[in-house]
């Protein structure tokens, strides 16, 4: 594995291919000029610009808090400023800023949301400014999406929560 292939859906051509060892998911902005790719190498976990070519690691490794998530769900911002992924078991999502991964920064200090169970889901509102996320812990939460804050009380529900999800006007 490890190709990315881009296809025109009216003709079915290959616009473009990716490739990096292990890909196991991928994921499109909003306008579609970046693709976040992931997989079990970290060589692999690449932010693609897609109109100039280039593409950047999603730096992980020894104490990023990264390293070893292996998204069940992620989310470009509306804005396409920022990405947030869940999963891999963790009780917290995570937001970072695309430019600092342009830039080569280390997304150490990542922006975290923590819940008291395993987060199944996370998305941005349609404006930007919240980020909601699913959990285990039987809660779904909506979140300050630069802050961290917490806003509102947690929704509380009879089992794990998988998905959540705001209204087209948020």
């Known amino acids: ?27 499109f902005s909003p306008s579609g000029s970046y693709l976040m790719s992931w997989g079990n190498f970290g060589g692999n976990r690449r932010l693609w610009n897609l ?12 104490g990023s808090p ?8 992620a989310a470009f911002s509306p804005d396409e400023k920022r990405i947030a992924a869940v999963g891999g078991g963790d009780s917290i999502a995570y937001i970072w800023d695309v430019e600092d991964m342009e ?15 395993t987060i199944w889901w996370v998305e941005f509102g349609p404006d ?21 804050e917490r806003h509102g009380a947690a929704m509380q529900h009879a089992g794990k929560v998988s998905q959540a999800s705001f209204s087209p006007d948020g």
């Open 1 to 27: 594995g490890g190709q990315i292939a881009i296809l025109d859906l009216g003709t079915g051509e290959v616009i473009r291919e990716l490739s990096r060892p292990g890909v196991a998911w991928c994921l």
């Open 51 to 62: 109109e100039d070519g280039t593409d950047f690691p999603v730096p992980t490794g020894s």
């Open 66 to 73: 990264v390293a070893n998530i292996e998204p069940n769900s």
């Open 103 to 117: 830039q080569g920064k280390s997304v150490e200090h990542a922006l975290q949301l923590p819940h008291g169970g």
């Open 128 to 148: 930007g400014k919240y980020v909601v996320t699913a959990s285990g812990d039987h809660t779904a939460q909506v979140w300050d999406a630069v802050t961290g």
